[in-house]
């Protein structure tokens, strides 16, 4: 089996979540990310900003329009230095504005993804993968980007089978 790492972005608090407003205790994408931990034995990673997004989730996603615009890279509290160890990369985040939020790309921006495999996850409420592979491939031509992964972010923690049976075909 290949070695494996998830990169990922989640976000607690208020969330949108079959057309109202929520709070959860557990970002979607993380509640994703663990299944496929659970499912090959991979490392996390979470993505963190310095600077954190609004904990009102209509000022949050404002904030992620200014960014997407900007082509934004905003700060992390902590970075990977590297993926030599790794043959595949997970790169798990919700959907904001048909895209992962910019924090994914501050940390992918970093790294040398020359003949990694990366495997696009995406929560959404029906985007479903936005522009996130293609945006992916353009911004990383030397990397091979595998099918991704669109889960409902409602339905998140009943995604367990769907996930682990995605990721298992991808980190052989």
Not at 23 to 43: H, Q, S, Y
Not at 49 to 75: F, G, H, N, Q, W
Request: proline share 3%; glycine share 6%.
């Amino acid at each position: 089996m290949s070695k494996t790492i998830v990169i990922y972005y989640s976000r607690t608090g208020e969330n949108y979540v079959n057309g109202s407003i929520r709070k959860l205790e557990k970002g979607n994408t993380e509640v994703c990310a663990e299944f496929i931990r659970d499912a090959v034995g991979t490392d996390l990673f979470k993505v963190d900003t310095v600077t954190p997004y609004s904990d009102d989730y209509m000022t949050c996603i404002e904030e992620a329009k200014v960014e997407l615009k900007k082509a934004a890279r905003p700060e992390l509290k902590e970075y990977l230095d590297n993926v030599d160890a790794y043959d595949t990369i997970v790169v798990a985040a919700p959907c904001w504005w048909g895209d992962a939020p910019m924090a994914i790309y501050s940390q992918l921006d970093r790294l040398d993804l020359t003949g990694k495999t990366i495997a696009p996850l995406m929560t959404h409420e029906g985007s479903g993968l936005g522009s996130f592979e293609k945006s992916l491939s353009k911004k990383y031509p030397d990397a091979k980007i595998v099918k991704g992964l669109a889960v409902h972010g409602a339905d998140a923690a009943k995604s367990e089978d769907t996930v682990s049976s995605w990721i298992k075909k991808i980190a052989k």
